[in-house]
């Protein structure tokens, strides 16, 4: 059974490009994360969504952050311009609704560089 | 609000036991617990979701305390593949992660 599937794994870019991450979830998954981690500020949770629907979107930074879901077996995470402070790894998650696990299946990451 | 995880940075040999805190402002309902090696993304090992209970996997085990809002990752006898960093997870669905505790298991 195929995990998460991310891409890219690694993105080099220079300030003020646009900058696409791709995620592919679990198939049957209905909720779908993506989280931003750094050394100095951990795993964050950017946005949420349930069977493709945004439900908490006040992790994201600013307004050059956005996310879509546009069916159950894709998403994107899309900022534009990017800055350096940008630079981070973007992880993808996604979970099944059960009462008795609730486990989070994360996808190896893009490494993000923003120059 | 962010859970506060205890200590920081653990440093073990080999067979040595180990103790990870985590702990909330907030009611909790349930713990998560994960860990990440480096390089690597965070896999989950358990889930406590009621009071008291007690979790098990391979030679980690987990205590969850509703009343005092913590919980406790006990790892025994620990072995090299032990090594990485420790997270708690709280707030149900979408889960808010501590900081990490990196334990660094030596020969």
């Known amino acids: 059974d195929a995990g998460v599937i991310q891409s890219p794994r690694h993105e080099v870019t220079e300030m003020g490009q646009e900058v696409t991450l791709r995620c592919k979830p679990i198939s049957g998954h209905d909720y779908l ?14 946005i949420y969504f349930n069977n493709n629907v945004p439900i908490d979107d006040s992790g994201m930074p600013e307004d050059r952050f956005s996310a879509k879901m546009p069916n159950a077996s894709f998403s994107t995470l899309k900022i534009q311009p990017s800055e350096p402070r ?18 989070l299946f994360f996808g190896e990451g893009s490494r993000l560089t923003v120059l | ?18 103790v990870i805190n985590c702990s909330s402002s907030k009611a909790l309902y349930s713990v998560h617990w994960y860990r990440q090696k480096h390089g690597e993304a965070p896999v989950f090992l358990m889930i406590l979701l009621k009071g008291g209970e007690q979790k098990g996997h391979e030679k980690i085990s987990a205590s969850f305390n509703e009343k005092k809002q913590q919980s406790s990752l006990y790892l025994t006898a620990s072995q090299l593949s ?26």
């Open chain 1, 86 to 103: 940008d630079s981070a790894v973007y992880f993808c998650a996604s979970s099944l609704v059960r009462a008795d696990t609730g486990e």
């Open chain 1, 33 to 46: 994360f993506w989280y931003r981690q750094t050394m100095m500020r951990g795993l964050e949770l950017l």
């Open chain 2, 1 to 18: 609000q962010q859970p506060v995880q205890s200590p920081q940075a653990v440093i073990l040999r080999e067979g040595e036991d180990a």
């Open chain 2, 82 to 107: 032990y090594s990485g960093t420790y997270f708690c997870g709280t707030g149900g669905r979408a889960l808010t992660f501590g900081s990490g505790t990196r334990l660094q298991v030596q020969p």
